[in-house]
């Protein structure tokens, strides 16, 4: 059942190369660039006319609509707002009737979700679901699916719903950005070829970057706590790498927008603290350069109080390797694709830590795969 890996986590980790090709397979021309979304009762006039995205989730599939909020705003030039589903109906919200809600969830089945796009429903707006498991009571209330071709996540802890659900994000981003015209059709064409090129790239990662998350673990499986820092996209995979280690190996960890450092966390920062800095860049992207130049300076405010840096870095970026004691190397993509490369090695360190602590990785204690109370 688990086709001879030592648990669902790692074996799901490393189906992760098929669930983002079935999550595209169908929905993208290689040859136009052109994305389609079937079975949609929301027109493409309604997309046109849209004031606004409102994104509802819980946990990772949370972290999945904050990475989705970028490729949203970025392609589609609309507001997107995004809310912990179990927050989102208890402050009265006020989203207006032309503003779409998005709903984000493995299970389809999550009773906060479920409660958040009910009273999206109530106040006017029209729903969309994205969610991996077919009929789920999510995609019966709305009126558009997205499946996450991931299948069956046995896992407690998310892995490849969560990679499947931003490839769903950045194919929906495309979608509306086509439909309001703000994509012209070259770029369109890149965006596909480069989304297309994300499942070989996850293939090099597990293959290149396994031996490595496995020899951290060994000097960083007995830290009390763990900091994960990221900018603008990368910020969600810095939360999402966080939630992965607490929750599998009993870690305290957080994650932290790296530029919020100066403003407080960089007072705990010692030689004991491993902190995973996400210093990623898409060198033929000006945006993208800028960020990392100033995460760069992050993380050498991290390495001047000892600090113990752990650096995910696109190929071929051998300066950054100067700054810190370890660099895990991803290949490099699109800025907006780059998260669903960046989570893999973060996936593995998890995985790593917490058979080294001897925990149960596919059954952590105090925790369900369904959430399915409020
Ligand atoms: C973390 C994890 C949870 C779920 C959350 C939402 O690894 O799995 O945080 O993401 O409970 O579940 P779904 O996506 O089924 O709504």
């Known amino acids: 059942e688990k086709a001879g890996y030592k648990h669902f986590m790692l074996k799901e980790i490393n189906e992760q190369p098929r669930a983002v090709r079935d999550t595209t397979l169908g929905r993208v021309s290689l040859e136009t660039g052109k994305v389609f979304l079937p079975d949609m009762k929301i027109s493409p006039a309604e997309f046109r006319a849209a004031t606004g995205i409102t994104i509802a989730a819980c946990g990772t599939s949370w972290h999945a609509g904050l990475a989705g909020k970028f490729m949203i705003e970025r392609l589609a030039r609309l507001p997107v707002d995004v809310d912990y589903a179990s927050e989102y109906r208890y402050r009265d919200p006020i989203p207006s009737p032309t503003d779409i809600g998005l709903l984000i969830t493995q299970s389809g089945e999550t009773a906060d979700t479920i409660a958040a796009q009910h009273e999206l429903i109530a106040k006017g707006s029209k729903t969309l679901a994205i969610c991996n498991v077919v009929g789920a009571a999510v995609t019966r209330l709305a009126q558009g699916t997205i499946t996450t071709n991931a ?151 991290v390495t001047a109080r000892s600090g113990r840096v752990i650096a995910i870095a696109i190929e071929g970026d051998e300066h950054i390797g100067q700054l810190v004691e370890h660099v895990i190397h991803i290949p490099q993509s699109h800025e907006l694709l780059l998260p669903i490369l960046e989570v893999v090695p973060l996936q593995l360190l998890a995985y790593h830590i917490a058979v080294r602590r001897g925990c149960d990785v596919d059954q952590p204690r105090n925790l369900a795969k369904s959430v399915t109370v409020e």
């Open 151 to 301: 299948g069956p996540e046995i896992g407690v802890a998310s892995t490849k719903a969560f990679t499947a659900q931003l490839t769903a994000l950045f194919t929906f981003a495309l979608y509306l950005a086509q439909v309001r015209g703000t994509v012209d059709d070259t770029t369109s064409l890149h965006l596909v070829t480069e989304l297309s090129r994300v499942p070989g790239k996850i293939e090099e990662i597990l293959r290149s970057v396994d031996d490595q998350c496995h020899e951290l673990a060994k000097h960083f499986s007995t830290a009390r706590d763990f900091l994960f820092l990221g900018r603008g996209i990368h910020y969600p995979i810095a939360l999402e790498g966080a939630l992965k280690l607490k929750e599998i190996s009993y870690i305290h960890a957080e994650g932290y927008p790296a530029g919020e450092m100066k403003h407080g966390p960089n007072a705990l920062i010692d030689e004991t603290l491993p902190v995973v800095c996400i210093a990623t860049k898409d060198p033929s992207d000006p945006s993208s350069v800028l960020k990392y130049e100033k995460t760069l300076s992050n993380i050498q405010e």
